[in-house]
């Protein structure tokens, strides 16, 4: 799985420390987090880590020859030195470090080893101590490897001291041994004057104060071994027998032994502990190096680290601490921006949301533009994205950036580029206002309004606080795929530039309005139900519930455009209106006239409370825009899902507690209808009924024009119970009907779910004609859920074009592709179907996009978790996981290439690079006429598709009167 090399990641990806999240679940946010309890206030990432540093002797022994000195720069300690300081500049405040070392000056029966700087904080003032105490340590014992790791041991489990941390050089030479013990006086830093020697209190009474936090479930605990050679005078096997029990007669099997019992569940009643081993100028294949790694395995770190100088020391050091320290990251939200004038030409212009997760409600986000080539290109002309992982690049620079940005969602990009913010916003009444800057606390819409103090003293104080914030923030446009529409061009000498502009929102509340020249942001709204709460999104930024769920959503929606052509091509459109709705923020869609994109405007909008409305759920579903048959003739019209019922799909105990996947109602309360209405007024043209129509369809709608007459003739849906649907629209606008064309569901392990919209494909088969219906199922709120049999359906619809009725698939009447079977052999008649964990052999593999269907291919993109095994018992390990991209013909299910220069794959599915759900797979034709195929971040191609029939061409609808002004007006050269 992805999830191994998650850690290796620091130098390709910005640094987000990811908060934690409690055991039950409740959106797809659960990706982002761990699995520890995030009201837990003890849970911080965190890491303890105590390194044993060789001083024997032949650490200051110049190589290849001369005496022994410790400040000759040929040594093993003038290595260890510059490695160290190079390693401790490099740590964040996430891993706490301690120092031990071997112990020498006292000539009894080995020598054994002792702490010398207790794990602490690493702030700039220890980092500088650690390292001027590591620069005056000297080679002055012998190898007490075992012994020294013994006492390594008790001062972790919090145990007494040995009799060796309590002579010799711990109190007779520098450094002196300076630990916390439980005393009355205790040591709480390395600190010569501050800190209890041994020698001053009552041995009896003392004990080590152990640096594991049993409270906090996210703090890992470690010891790193690093030694020159072999032990010697290292025979005091009770040293290990005392802590770890057993047997053990030598040096090398008492180290394993210890190193096995401390990363045990319970070591001591403490938190398991892992031994990593760095052999420092050992030869590889030497007997040392083959105990070592006996000891490493034994310890949970899976093989020995090599270093024979300064710099493979360094990265020895930091290579571990990498492993230890992982991280989560910032990463892409799913969608590429397609130009609304041709759907399959793109201007090599891609636009990406990227947001960063935070330990509260409120998430960092940005939009950026990137160039489309052979791969994801910045500014530079450079490749942007690393392919082995699929972020971008931490030296990348995107456009409209002055610096280089990376993965870092808080620079560059158009939250860059803001300006003086242009704030709309909508009142209860539906009228459109832009803020005022200047207005005081008891000025419309005054402080109560937003739910701040009207004290005369902390009103202003509050509102001016949120108001800073308004005016610059971005919150993360987590579920929305940016939007581009042209605004006509202008001519620059023989050609036409485009006027382009972006939008997309975000769950700060607002629809941001970019222009794609320079990415300024010309304007920003906010609907009524949110400018309310602008409070929760500016000021207070409450935490995240216990259950890792945000209190506060935003307009987390996607948007599409109602574009009204001008006269000629190059005109500006004569009207452009935008349709989107909340998805988790709320149960409302918006229509807004966005003409003068400088100067947005509320147009209608639709919620429970209208009448005709009041099964509508959360407003998941991004409206499809067509043309509505009707009694007095076709009408544009948009159609959508009834959404997302919360109470029905969000698992939670009677306390309101999230406690995992839930079982499938009976019905839903709310969501289980499709909705159409008028796209100039708003106003309900007619809503879905059936029998079976009892879950909720948070999806979008496929709408089939048959005939090609510009009007729809049917609407195709699937829901929460996995079942899909069809629409048959009466041409007359009289009598609309509804048809179950599948049944895919059930309970327990067949719980499927339809998310997204299916997709729909023509096909002639001899005289018959058929459409086929493609769905993808996914629990796309528990991504992380290892219990569904996901798979691809593919559903055969012969009666959609023989004048009605429907014959209703299930798995047995369906060919199951992956067994052998075809369609039509044995009652196989009603399409084919693969479930994914037979196909990749993951458990848990789920699609969470829409398919897409081109020249005869299904292209689907999923998600497949790290299994909870991967994780062991780290609850604070966030999963990742891996994404695939199914690629096979629409009418057998067979393995497909992408393009005729690709050959065919044995398997339906290949890898990517991603580790977070990929969104739906976009198809472009380049200039060449190419194909590329790309998913998020990752391009497929180009590569000759072997069909001429699409071309890169100005697209627009145009009467025939129109068309002929055109080809007389218009002879400049196309852009």
């Not at 072999?230 to 025979?235: E, G, L, R, V, Y």
């Not at 998941?620 to 048959?629: A, G, V």
Request: negative net charge; glycine residues 10%.
């Amino acid at each position: 799985m992805k999830t191994k090399t998650q850690s290796f990641l620091l130098g390709s990806l910005a640094a987000a420390m990811i908060s934690l999240s409690a055991t039950g679940y409740a959106d797809d946010t659960e990706i982002y987090f761990a699995r520890a309890n995030v009201d837990n206030q003890e849970n911080k990432p965190a890491a303890n880590v105590l390194f044993l540093i060789d001083t024997s002797g032949s650490m200051c022994d110049p190589q290849p020859s001369g005496s022994r000195n410790c400040n000759d720069q040929r040594t093993p300690m003038a290595a260890l030195r510059s490695a160290f300081s190079s390693m401790v500049n490099s740590l964040d405040e996430n891993v706490r470090i301690g120092l031990a070392k071997f112990n020498g000056g006292h000539g009894n029966n080995g020598y054994g080893g002792y702490v010398f700087y207790p794990v602490s904080e690493l702030n700039n003032s220890n980092k500088a101590e650690v390292i001027s105490i590591v620069n005056n340590l000297q080679g002055t014992s012998n190898t007490p490897t075992m012994e020294a790791y013994s006492e390594t041991a008790r001062y972790m489990l919090g145990m007494s001291p040995s009799d060796y941390a309590k002579r010799g050089e711990a109190v007779e030479d520098s450094p002196k041994m300076a630990v916390n013990i439980k005393i009355e006086r205790q040591c709480t830093r390395y600190d010569r004057r501050k800190c209890t020697r041994w020698g001053d209190v009552p041995v009896s009474s003392s004990a080590y104060d152990s640096p594991i936090n049993m409270k906090n479930q996210c703090e890992s605990n470690h010891i790193i071994v690093m030694t020159d050679g072999a032990p010697t005078q290292d025979s005091d096997y009770s040293s290990v027998r005392n802590i770890a029990g057993g047997s053990c007669n030598s040096s090398f099997s008492c180290q394993t032994a210890l190193a096995s019992y401390l990363q045990q569940d319970s070591p001591r009643g403490k938190k398991p502990i892992k031994t990593w081993q760095i052999a420092f100028g050992v030869g590889a294949n030497s007997n040392e190096v083959k105990n070592m790694r006996q000891v490493a395995v034994a310890g949970g770190t899976e093989d020995v680290y090599y270093a024979d100088d300064s710099d493979s020391l360094a990265k020895a050091f930091i290579d571990i601490l990498d492993l230890i320290d992982g991280q989560s990251r910032s990463t892409a939200a799913p969608g590429v921006a397609v130009n609304t004038m041709n759907r399959f030409q793109h201007l090599d212009e891609l636009y990406y949301a990227v947001f960063q997760p935070a330990e509260s409600s409120y998430w960092e986000g940005n939009l950026k533009r990137y160039r489309l080539g052979d791969q994801v290109l910045d500014v530079t002309n450079k490749p942007a994205t690393d392919a082995a992982t699929g972020y971008f690049k931490p030296d990348a620079k995107s456009f409209w950036s002055t610096e280089v940005d990376g993965a870092d969602a808080q620079k560059g990009g158009a939250r860059a580029n803001v300006g003086t913010r242009k704030l709309f916003y909508s009142t209860a009444n539906g009228e459109t206002l832009q803020l005022d800057w200047n207005s005081t606390y008891n000025q419309t819409p005054n402080n109560a309004f937003f739910g701040l103090s009207t004290d005369r003293t902390e009103g202003p104080t509050q509102r001016t606080a949120m108001f800073n914030r308004l005016k610059s923030m971005w919150g993360d446009p987590m579920h929305s795929v940016p939007l581009m529409v042209n605004y006509g061009s202008t001519r620059v000498g023989e050609r036409y530039v485009d006027n382009n502009y972006v939008f997309v929102s975000n769950n700060g509340g607002m629809l941001h309005i970019i222009n794609t020249k320079d990415g300024s942001e010309v304007a920003a709204f906010m609907p009524h139900e949110l400018f309310e709460q602008a409070a929760d999104f500016a000021y207070t930024r409450p935490d995240l519930r216990f259950d890792n769920t945000r209190p506060t959503w935003g307009l987390d929606g996607s948007w599409i455009a109602w574009r009204q052509a001008g006269a000629k091509p190059q005109d500006a459109p004569a009207a452009v209106y935008l349709y989107g709705g909340m998805r988790r923020g709320g149960q409302h869609y918006y229509a807004l006239d966005v003409t003068n994109p400088a100067a947005p405007s509320l147009k209608w909008k639709i919620g429970p409370e209208k009448t005709g409305f009041d099964k509508l759920g959360q407003t998941w579903s991004t409206p499809t825009l067509f043309r509505m048959p009707t009694a007095e003739g076709s009408v544009p019209a948009l159609v959508f899902g009834g959404g997302y019922s919360p109470a029905d799909h969000d698992p939670h105990d009677g306390n309101g507690r999230h406690t995992g996947p839930k079982a499938r109602t009976n019905s839903d309360t709310m969501g289980n209808t499709v909705y159409i209405v008028n796209a100039a007024t708003g106003d309900l043209i007619w809503s879905a009924s059936h029998t079976n129509m009892e879950w909720s369809i948070p999806g979008g709608i496929s709408v089939v024009d048959i005939d090609l007459d510009g009007v729809a003739d049917h609407l195709y849906f699937g829901d929460l119970g996995g079942q899909l649907f069809r629409v048959d629209l009466d041409e007359a606008g009289a009598s609309h009907t509804v048809h179950r064309i599948a049944d895919l569901g059930g309970s327990g392990a067949s719980h499927r779910r339809f998310y997204e919209a299916p997709a729909v494909g023509y096909v002639r088969e001899g005289t018959e004609k058929h459409l086929y219906v493609v769905a993808a199922s996914g629990y796309r709120e528990h991504p992380l859920d290892e219990t569904i049999d996901e798979g691809l359906f593919v559903v055969v619809d012969k009666k959609a074009l023989q004048g009605g009725g429907a014959t209703e698939a299930t798995l047995n009447r369906m060919a199951k592709v992956t067994s052998g079977e075809k369609m039509g052999e044995n009652n196989k008649d009603n399409g084919w179907y693969y479930l994914f964990k037979n196909e990749a052999g993951t458990q848990g593999e789920k699609a969470m996009s829409s398919p897409v269907i081109f020249d005869g291919k299904i292209m689907l993109a999923t998600y497949s978790p790290e299994p909870i095994d991967d994780d062991g018992a780290n609850v604070c390990a966030v999963r990742y996981g891996a994404a695939y991209l199914h690629t096979v013909t629409l009418r057998e299910g067979n393995p497909a290439r992408l393009n005729r220069t690709l050959e065919t794959p044995a398997t339906r599915s290949r890898a990517l690079s991603l580790t977070t759900p990929p969104p739906t797979p976009s198809v472009l034709i380049n200039e060449d006429g190419e194909t590329v195929v790309i998913v998020g971040t990752e391009p497929i191609g180009p590569g000759d598709d072997g069909d001429n029939r699409l071309r890169k061409r100005r697209w627009m609808q145009l009467t025939p009167t129109q068309a002929g002004e055109i080809l007389r007006d218009s002879p400049i050269t196309e852009p």
